[in-house]
């Protein structure tokens, strides 16, 4: 299909200057097409820019209404929306671009892309983003190149069995993917309608949606979660929604993109999880943006990524779609480095052991100079030691240097009640060889 671009519409409104002189020079390609359906065919090599709003209905900036057609082979013809451009309205499964397109600019875009007279839009906000929609099986990797016949394998890296995918997968889409490139991190939304079948893909349970990615020879699951409201409008269900990245990445870290179904839904998706050294405490702070039969979190420590132990649970709303935070205090956290995880654990049906997944580990650490010996204090009574196991010697002196009392034992801790109020110091020998001490109040 050839389209002619008459010299009454390329001006600068929508072509860039080199882009001109580029397209008057291919005229041989840039033939009528009269009696044609009027659609617009941006071909090898060449780039259209529209500097405003689009409206597929209307057509305008040089283009008929209806389909926008540029060529999917490298090297692409490609249709820009600069970053003035922050809307294409009237996009359907007859109005869309029929190829690839790219946003400039930082804010968010929805890409009105589509295949084969079906629209597929996805979405995202990285300057120079570029992304196109085929509506085919991933693992043939073939679209139409409409009127004159197949395109090859596209993208070139393809194709992708739909078969192969981690162990974290139950199934991955048959009917569609994406082809998203770019450089800048962002965060990702991919849409669907009821061809989309994500109610046989998940077997009905709307929470096993994932985005997967295709990481070079397998399919995997990336963070992501289903929009409470479609960006497209209405609430996301079985037969229509959208679906975003926890996290923004660069779009070039996968070759494709598509729809697929965890083996075991997670009982919360986690939007965030940090810690942080605060005075001698650790905290920890998590957000969710969805929970799903969820029962508690558990949270664990380890000084060295081998051994956990659970130090607290922190009970979970258990059904929600909005944003909930939490917080968890390590009041007596490992000297040096602390790492935590969060045990995200489901309820159980009968008695049953209930599922759980795993957070991303967080590190804290905390330095000996800085690290509470002791406790409580001030004290009144008996003073205790944190890891007492790892000392082997502790004194204490009072303001006048002299040693009050000493032990080799500090796993009974030290009884202070019967000294006057004041303040000591309490200095410990490490079985590593360091010595520390501390401030201690003993009050009356």
Do not use: C
Request: hydrophobic residues 40%; without cysteine; glycine residues 10%.
């Amino acid at each position: 299909m050839r389209i002619l671009y008459k010299n009454r519409v390329l001006t600068a409104k929508w072509i860039k200057p080199p882009l001109l002189l580029m397209l008057l020079a291919l005229g041989h390609l840039a033939q009528a097409q009269e009696g044609s359906s009027g659609n617009t065919t941006i071909f090898s090599g060449a780039e259209m820019t529209f500097f405003g709003d689009h409206n597929f209905n209307t057509g305008g900036g040089g283009t008929q209404p209806g389909v926008i057609y540029t060529i999917r082979t490298a090297p692409f013809g490609i249709l820009n929306f600069a970053s003035p451009a922050n809307v294409a309205t009237g996009g359907d499964d007859a109005n869309y671009v029929d190829g690839y397109v790219r946003k400039l600019g930082t804010s968010s875009f929805i890409f009105p892309v589509g295949d084969n007279s079906h629209f597929g839009p996805f979405a995202a906000a990285g300057d120079g983003t570029m992304g196109s929609y085929f509506f085919t099986d991933p693992t043939t990797a073939i679209t139409s190149m409409l009127p004159s016949g197949d395109y090859p394998v596209l993208p070139n890296e393809g194709p992708f069995p739909s078969t192969t995918f981690e162990t974290a997968l139950a199934a991955v889409s048959t009917i569609e993917y994406w082809d998203i490139d770019g450089t800048n991190a962002t965060k990702l939304t991919l849409t669907w309608d009821a061809t989309s079948n994500i109610n046989g893909l998940t077997a009905a349970q709307l929470n096993k949606l994932t985005i997967a990615g295709w990481n070079g020879t397998q399919w995997v699951a990336i963070p992501s979660t289903v929009d409470a409201t479609s960006i497209l409008g209405g609430a996301s269900d079985l037969t229509a929604g959208s679906i975003t990245t926890n996290a923004a990445i660069a779009p070039d870290t996968y070759t494709a993109y598509t729809f697929a179904s965890r083996v075991n839904p997670l009982p919360v998706t986690l939007a965030a999880f940090d810690a942080r050294a605060e005075g001698t405490v650790a905290i920890l702070h998590w957000t969710t943006t969805e929970e799903t039969n969820s029962d508690r979190f558990e949270i664990e420590r380890s000084e060295n990524g081998k051994v956990w132990s659970a130090i607290g649970s922190v009970k979970s709303r258990g059904e929600s779609k909005v944003t909930i935070d939490y917080d968890f205090t390590d009041q007596k956290p490992l000297r040096g480095e602390n790492l935590y995880r969060l045990k995200m654990i489901d309820k159980a049906a009968d008695g049953a052991k209930g599922s759980f997944a795993y957070s991303r580990v967080r590190a804290v650490q905390f330095e000996r100079v800085e690290f509470a010996t002791v406790y409580p204090n001030p004290v009144a009574d008996k003073l205790y030691f944190n890891e007492p196991a790892s000392i082997l010697k502790a004194r204490l002196i009072d303001q006048n240097g002299k040693t009050i009392l000493e032990t080799t034992n500090p796993v009974d801790g030290l009884r202070m009640g019967h000294l006057p109020g004041g303040l000591y110091i309490v200095e410990v020998s490490w079985r590593s060889g360091t010595i520390t001490s501390q401030k201690v109040i003993v009050g009356k």
